[in-house]
């Protein structure tokens, strides 16, 4: 029995910094607390399939954010109906900012994105690098947020989404207010990288409680043994042992 279709879109295009383990990461989790889950790779001009829990749309290059741009705008309406099922969209980096209204590329040129998240990013003087370690919160809970940020863009938030995290360590989002990635309703967008969902098993928890509340009845998830995970956080955030 399947309770989590996993809707990873692009995984041929989008890919930066392995994303795909943000994938497996979410499938895994939900399969050692004993959930069936599958993963549906969702390419160019194929819908996205109707009982997806969550869709993933993983980072590119500028270029490739053009290229799929026709595609990204026609999948408006079925990410809409997603997110009215309360489904879960997570936007990486460049998918990020396609969630958000538009990017406006360093030649001044400009991506049309979904709208779905009130998000503007617009390329900056230089790129953000390095290492991000926050404080995020998502459906009121709080957890240690670790990851690795390389991005050229400013994204600005609008009145209708909040930051995903706040970033005493890092840049996130815009170099200036302190807030990394953004939460509107069911979407949620982030830069980091590494991937982000295999050293953050509790933002990974918490997307997952999201996704597989029609089975559990939004009861807590089950604890698993992140040891594992906790150590590859630390190596993530430069932290000794």
């Not at 995020?136 to 991005?151: K, R």
Request: with cysteine; charged share 25%.
């Amino acid at each position: 029995m399947t309770d989590l279709v996993i809707a990873h879109l692009y995984p041929d295009l989008l890919r930066t910094y392995g994303d795909r383990g943000n994938v497996v990461t979410l499938r895994k989790r939900a399969e050692w607390r004993g959930f069936g889950a599958e993963v549906a790779e969702v390419h160019r001009d194929e819908p996205l399939p109707p009982a997806a829990r969550v869709v993933l749309i993983g980072g590119g290059s500028d270029r490739i954010q053009e290229v799929l741009g026709d595609d990204m705008r026609r999948r408006a309406g079925e990410l809409r109906e997603a997110i009215e099922r309360d489904a879960v969209v997570l936007g990486i980096c460049g998918g990020y900012q396609l969630l958000g209204h538009s990017y406006t590329a360093a030649d001044g040129s400009s991506i049309e994105g979904l709208g779905l998240l009130d998000v503007t990013t617009g390329a900056g003087p230089g790129r953000i690098i390095g290492r991000v370690r926050a404080r995020g919160t998502l459906d009121g809970e709080s957890f240690e947020l670790f990851g690795f940020e390389n991005h050229g863009g400013r994204t600005t938030l609008g009145p209708d989404a909040t930051p995903l995290a706040r970033v005493p360590h890092g840049q996130g989002n815009n170099g200036t207010d302190g807030g990394e990635g953004a939460v509107q309703g069911g979407i949620v967008g982030t830069y980091l990288h590494g991937p982000v969902l295999p050293v953050n098993p509790a933002f990974a928890d918490r997307l997952l409680a999201r996704a597989l509340a029609p089975v559990t009845g939004g009861e807590p998830l089950a604890p698993l043994d992140d040891r594992l995970e906790d150590a590859a956080r630390r190596e993530a955030a430069g932290l000794k042992r």
